[in-house]
């Protein structure tokens, strides 16, 4: 079972190669977290859980959410990690709560991906987009191959710093950068939904006279950001007039013959 979270749909795509080409269910935490529905998995397959890098490690909520989970069937933990560059020692921590929850860790990987992060530097246009995507497949497959086999995988990057970075820098990111304190709404909203729509943990709530207003238990995922037609959302002045960035679908991919059929 092939249980993936995403902000801008990178893992999103990587998931659906995986589940495609593997011939697995795939189950959407967002969906689990938006409607709060039961945290409970049953497969007879392995289990892989798919989600963004931030800040050199797995989202809080999704760690928190396998924590919680009741996963049976298959005792068996894959981890990915879609990323721009660098996961840092995040597998120490995945590996740390496998055992925690009486699970086999089976290995975590980073696939690089485009980057999401609006706030740390320029998103890649499309066609710059398609091809860190396209240079992604071969890892995709790798991937795809090693699951289907249920045997280990192994991370391929390397972060200068790594404890620092899934450490001390992680935590102090989680505790003092994740909020919406800074999230701004300008006059181009048209008041269409979608950000309240995507939000996968329900943090946006239009008001009656269609402004979105963010609660306060944002976690920093820039789907609303990057998604909004408009380009109506900021984080403060960091991000007015920067490019928004969000992922091909795999699907439309697959239709026009850019992913290559696999064979195990
Ligand atoms: C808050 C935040 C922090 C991020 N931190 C990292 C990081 O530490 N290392 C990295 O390589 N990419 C980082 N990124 C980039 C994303 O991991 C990457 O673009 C990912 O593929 C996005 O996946 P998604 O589209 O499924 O949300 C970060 C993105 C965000 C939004
Ligand atoms: S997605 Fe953008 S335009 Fe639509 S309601 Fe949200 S902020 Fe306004
Ligand atoms: S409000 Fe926060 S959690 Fe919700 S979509 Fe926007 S960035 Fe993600």
């Not at 991906?113 to 497949?137: F, H, R, V």
């Not at 699951?147 to 970075?165: G, H, N, R, S, Y």
């Not at 992680?170 to 181009?188: E, H, M, P, T, Y």
Request: glycine share 6%; net charge neutral; charged share 20%.
């Amino acid at each position: 079972m092939i249980l993936y979270f995403t902000g801008t749909g990178n893992t999103k795509f990587a998931a659906e190669y995986l589940a495609d080409h593997i011939e697995d269910e795939l189950v959407s935490l967002n969906d689990i977290l938006k409607y709060k529905r039961p945290l409970e998995f049953s497969s007879d397959k392995a289990f892989v859980v798919c989600a963004p890098i931030h800040a050199w490690g797995f989202p809080r909520i999704i760690v928190r959410l396998i924590k919680r989970a009741k996963f049976s069937g298959s005792s068996k933990l894959y981890f990915i990690g879609t990323m721009q560059s660098q996961t840092g020692d995040c597998d120490k921590e995945l590996s740390r709560i496998t055992a925690e929850i009486g699970m086999e860790y089976m290995g975590f990987c980073g696939i690089p991906m485009p980057n999401n992060y609006i706030t740390g530097g320029k998103l890649p246009t499309s066609s710059q987009a398609d091809e860190l995507i396209e240079a992604s497949l071969p890892v995709m497959n790798e991937l795809s191959s090693r699951i289907f086999q249920e045997l280990v995988i192994t991370k391929t990057d390397c972060t200068p710093f790594a404890a620092i970075a899934s450490g001390a820098v992680n935590a102090l990111f989680n505790r003092f950068a994740v909020n919406d304190k800074k999230f701004i709404v300008s006059g181009q909203c048209t008041s269409c939904g979608k950000c309240e729509k995507v939000c996968p943990v329900n943090n946006i709530k239009l008001s009656s006279a269609g402004v979105p207003h963010f609660r306060d238990y944002c976690i920093n995922c820039f789907s609303c950001i990057n998604r909004c037609p408009s380009e109506a959302i900021d984080i403060g002045n960091r991000t007015i007039g920067k490019r928004r960035y969000v992922c091909p679908e795999y699907e439309t991919w697959k239709k026009s013959g850019l992913i290559e059929e696999w064979h195990d």
